[in-house]
């Protein structure tokens, strides 16, 4: 009697151990494809951006005026596209940091990289 309990209880911690596992696994592929689409995301929002100052430094050029207007209309750009490029990355890494709110040593590291680059940024 003791010995099937034994085999019993073995069995069940083996088992809820195994589906642990896959619970964490399916966490972190679920992780991964978010990261995924965020990037994808990321890099259609600077090639429009990209394209829509190519238009623009086109159109500025084609049409005439002073080289100082067009080159200040172009360093306006450049900062505009660099605080949307922040404020991007700012937002992933708090979506990536409220989906990894678990004890766990993956969590913990990318808790402890999204608060690195949260006091990088803000400090």
């Given at each position: 009697m003791v010995r099937s309990l034994k085999i019993i209880i073995i069995i069940s911690i083996s088992i809820s151990i195994i589906i642990i596992i896959i619970i964490i696994i399916i966490?972190?592929?679920i992780i991964i494809i978010?990261?995924?689409i965020i990037?994808?995301?990321i890099i259609i929002i600077i090639i429009i951006i990209i394209i829509?100052?190519?238009i623009i430094i086109i159109i500025i050029t084609t049409t005439t005026t002073t080289t100082t207007t067009t080159t200040i209309i172009i360093i306006i750009i450049i900062i505009i596209i660099i605080i949307i490029i922040i404020i991007?990355?700012?937002i992933i890494i708090i979506i990536i940091d409220n989906t990894t709110t678990n004890n766990n040593r993956l969590h913990q590291h990318v808790?402890?990289?999204c608060t690195i680059f949260k006091n990088i940024?803000?400090?």
């Open positions: 966490i972190i592929i978010i990261i995924i990037i994808i995301i829509i100052i190519i991007i990355i700012i808790h402890l990289f940024i803000f400090y």
